[in-house]
C-alpha cells in the first residue's frame, strides 16, 4: 500500500475512536463495561464503513515455476504396422513419456496422431490403425497450442505421409524438431505407382489422357514392364528403366473410352526382381464414360448459305451432329436433342404439333420467308407484327445477360441481318442476349433472346445472314473459333435440360478406400425453398453380400449429409428418400481397393532428416533414445523460467467485512434496546 492509504487508514482510527469516545464517554461520567462495549462496536462499524470508502488495494505476490513443453508426438497410422514397428513405437513413447528428469524440466504434452490429431490422454491407446498419416496437421496444431512459445518437438514416426502440405516446412523453423525414425531403413528394391492424375469423367468414343508416376527403390539400374488393362485386356504396355540416378519416371498415355458407363481399369509395373511389397504394384483407375454426343435436326424449307454456316459451327464440337431436313421429310423427331427451326411456315405445322407434346428444345430463326402468323400461333414467347417492307438490323449487346456466360466477340461490328420491318415484342420471362438497332436507332426490340418455360428452352435469332456474322468474325480474328464457340454456347443451353428437383443428392461415382465417404442431399419445396424440416433417410446396400445399412442424414449448415466411412471395399447401391413427400433418388458408388498405408516399405529417412535439418534438431533411430534424452536434458535454451504472480485484491470486494459491520451496528442496537439506552 502506498504512504497516502496508511495515513488515511490511520486518520480513519482516529476518526473512529474519536466518535465513538464522544458518543459513550463525552460527559459521561461511567466507565461500565456495558459503555466500554458498545463504544468497541462502534468504533468496529465507524472504521469498518471509513475503510470501505478508502478502499485500500491488498497485493499479494506469489511464484510460479514455468517449465518449457516438450511435444512427444506418436504415429498412429496403419503404416507403422505394415513397417513392423508398432512394438518400437510403444516402447519408445512409453520410455520418454516416463523419464523422470524429462518430467523435472520440461512439462510433456503427450500426443497421437493419424488422420486426427489429439492428445494422448484423451485416446484409448496407441492401436496403430490411423488410415491417413497426416503430418503437417501436427505441426498447425501444436503452433496452436504452444503460441509464441520456443519448445522442442520429438516426432516418433516413420515419416510417411498421405495427406495435406508437405510437414518439411510446414514446422516452425525456430522450434526444434527432433525425429524418432522407427521401421527398417534398409533400403529394399520397391516399384511402386505413387500416384495417377485423370480426368473422373471422359467422353464416349473419345480418348482421355492418363498421367502416371513411377518410383523406384534400389541400388542397381533395373528394367520393368509398365501396364494398363481393363479385366483381360491389355491396353498399353510399355518398358520403363530405372537406376540409382533415375529413380522416377512419368508416364502418359491415351485410354479409348469405348463404353459408356463406369469403367474401371488397372495400372500395374513388375519386373523380374523380387521385392518386399508388391502391394503398391499395382494402381485401380475409375473412369465415368459419357454419352455427350447431341443429335440436332435444322429444319429448313429452303436452301440458304446459314444452313452451311450452322452446321459447320455447331459440328466444330464433335460431340454433336447436325442432319438437314425438311419439315415434311424429318421423321423420328424424339431421336433429336436439338431443333433449329429455320425460317419456320405453314409447312412446319406438323414439327410445331408433334414436338408439343415431345418438349424438345428449339432454336427458331427467322427471316425474309418467314410466316409470322404461323409462328404467333405456334409460340407466345415473342410476338411479331411485321410488314412485307425488309430491314437490316445492326446487333447491340446486352452485358446484364445471366442465363449463360457468354463473350462479345464483336457483335456491334458485325454486318446486319436482314428481316421485316415491324414491331417485336418479347414477353417478361424472355432473356435477351443480343438488341437489335436500325444504324444508330435502338428499336427495343430483341435479336437474340432466350426462354426457359416449364423446363422447355426456346431460343430466337431475329434475322437471316448469320453466315455474314462468321465470315466477318473470321477476318477480325483469323479465326472461326471465337464464333463457333458462341454457337457452341447456345447449343449447350439448348442441350441440357436442368429442370428443378424436390430432392439434389451429391455423391461421387467412386472412392477408394479409407477416403472420406460423404454424401450430401438438398430437399427443396414446391416453392423450391430449402426445406430445413426435411426428414431424410439414405438405404445402403452392397452389391455383392445383399447387406443393407440403413441411415439418417443430419442437418448442416445449407444441406443434409451422412458419413459412410468403414464401410468395405465393393459395389454399393443407395437410395435417399424424403420421408414427408416420399420424393426419393437412387444410385450407385463404387468403393476401390486401396489402402494407401500399405505402400510403403521403408520409413522416409530423407524428409525427416530434412525436417530435422530445417529447425536446427536432429534425427534418432530407437537404440538412441537414451542420447535423445541426455540431448534434451543438456540443452540449456530450454530452462524453466520462475514468475512473479501479483494479485492485487481491492478491500471493498472482502463481503466479510460488510457482514463484520452488518454485525456491529445490529449488536450494538440490541444491547442499546435491550438495556433502555434508546
Known sequence: MTISTIAL?????????????????????????????????????????????????????MYETVKTPLAIVVDNSKSITELKADATSKEVFEKLASNSDLKEKFDLQLYRFDSEFEAFEEAKELDFKGKQSHVDKVAKSLKSINKNLVFPTVLVSDGNQTSGEDYVFTFDANNKVYPMVVGDT????????????????????????????????????????????????????????????QKAQVVTVLLPADRIGMQLFTAKISSTESEKNTYNNSKKIAVEVIDQRSEIALISSINHPDLGAIKRSVETNASRKVTIVKPKEISELNKYNVLILYQPTAEFKSVFDANKNLRINTWIVTGNNTDYNVLNQQQNQMTFRVST???????????????????????????PL??????????????????????TLDTNAPMLAFSDQQGARTAFLIGENIWKWRAQSY??????????????????????????????????????????????????????ELD????????????????????????????????????????????????????????????????????????????????????????????????????????N?????????????????????????????????FVRKYNGLL
Open 418 to 439: 436482314e428481316n421485316a420491318y415491324g414491331t417485336i415484342k418479347a414477353n417478361d420471362n424472355v432473356s435477351v442476349l443480343l438488341n437489335s438497332r436500325i444504324r
Open 186 to 245: 534398409t533400403t529394399y528394391l520397391d516399384l511402386k505407382i505413387s500416384q495417377i492424375n485423370v480426368n473422373k469423367y471422359a467422353f464416349h468414343k473419345n480418348k482421355f489422357p492418363v498421367e502416371v508416376f513411377l518410383q523406384y527403390a534400389g541400388t542397381k539400374s533395373i528394367n520393368a514392364s509398365f501396364s494398363i488393362a481393363q479385366g483381360n485386356n491389355v491396353l498399353t504396355q510399355q518398358t520403363v528403366s530405372f537406376s540409382p540416378a
Open 389 to 415: 417492307q425488309k430491314e437490316d438490323y445492326l446487333a447491340s449487346f446486352n452485358s446484364d445477360f445471366n442465363l449463360f456466360a457468354t463473350d462479345n466477340i464483336g457483335f456491334e461490328n458485325f454486318p
Open 475 to 528: 477476318i477480325d480474328h483469323k479465326s472461326f473459333d471465337k464464333f463457333d464457340v458462341f454457337i457452341d454456347k447456345i447449343i449447350q443451353f439448348l442441350a441440357s435440360n436442368d429442370s428443378k428437383k424436390s430432392l439434389i443428392v451429391n455423391h461421387e461415382r467412386f472412392y477408394n478406400s479409407g477416403d472420406a465417404l460423404e454424401i450430401t442431399a438438398q430437399y427443396f419445396n414446391k416453392n423450391y
Open 637 to 669: 535454451d530450454y530452462k524453466s523460467v520462475q514468475k512473479e504472480i501479483v494479485t492485487k485484491t481491492p478491500i471493498i470486494d472482502w463481503i466479510w467485512l460488510l457482514i463484520l459491520i452488518a454485525l456491529a451496528l445490529a449488536t450494538e442496537w
Open 532 to 635: 430445413e424440416k426435411a426428414r431424410l433417410t439414405i438405404t445402403v446396400t452392397n452389391s455383392q453380400t445383399k447387406q443393407v445399412k440403413r441411415y439418417d442424414l443430419l442437418r448442416a449448415s445449407n444441406s443434409f449429409k451422412v458419413n459412410l466411412d468403414g464401410l468395405a471395399a465393393g459395389n454399393y447401391t443407395f437410395t435417399v428418400k424424403e420421408l414427408n413427400s416420399n420424393s426419393s433418388y437412387s444410385a450407385g458408388f463404387e468403393i476401390l481397393d486401396f489402402d494407401i498405408e500399405k505402400q510403403f516399405v521403408n520409413p522416409d529417412l530423407v524428409r525427416l532428416r530434412q525436417l530435422a535439418s530445417q529447425t536446427q534438431g536432429a534425427v534418432f533411430v530407437p537404440n538412441q533414445v537414451d542420447n535423445l534424452i541426455k540431448t534434451l536434458l543438456e540443452n
Open 9 to 61: 487508514l490511520l486518520l480513519s482510527v482516529l476518526i473512529a475512536a474519536g466518535l465513538s469516545y464522544f458518543q459513550y464517554f463525552y460527559k459521561n461520567k461511567s466507565q461500565s463495561k456495558l459503555y466500554k462495549g458498545l463504544a468497541f462496536l462502534r468504533f468496529l462499524a465507524i472504521f469498518g464503513i471509513l475503510l470501505l470508502l478508502i478502499n485500500p488495494i491488498i497485493s499479494r505476490k
